[in-house]
Nanobody, 127 residues
């Protein structure tokens, strides 16, 4: 049984930082790319960031580029999202997800590229 568990969300003032973590179990973590998505109230889930299985390639949505950093520790089966210079518009539930293609070199930016998801962690940025 594959499980993804996010943590690290919370309430922060604009300009502040948070670090999200996502631990995956039940799957050979190092074989799969990982992604972060977010969903704000009344909006569709949107892509935030991607990291390849080897951590050699990362990709970001334009809205977070230069402020967020994705990383992974394959020894700990964990992917991270460091979020700096947070803005109120970053407020959302953040989800990590595991790509459905082992050892892929194709960047996954859509929901359909991922087959396992965490339960989400709330990030609230106050102005």
């Amino acid at each position: 049984q594959v499980q993804l568990v996010e943590s690290g969300g919370g309430l922060v003032q604009a300009g502040g930082s948070l670090r999200l973590s996502c631990v995956i179990s039940g799957r050979a973590f190092s074989m799969y790319a990982m992604g972060w998505f977010r969903q704000a109230p009344g909006k569709e889930r949107e892509f935030v960031s991607y990291i390849s299985w080897s951590a050699g390639n990362t990709y970001y949505a334009d809205s977070v580029k230069g402020r967020f950093t994705i990383s992974r520790d394959n020894a700990k089966n964990t992917v991270y999202l460091q979020m700096n210079s947070l803005k109120p518009e970053d407020t959302a539930v953040y989800y990590c997800a595991s790509d459905n293609r082992p050892y892929t070199v194709v960047v996954g930016t859509t929901i359909d590229d991922y087959d396992y998801w965490g339960q989400g962690t709330q990030v609230t940025v106050s102005s």
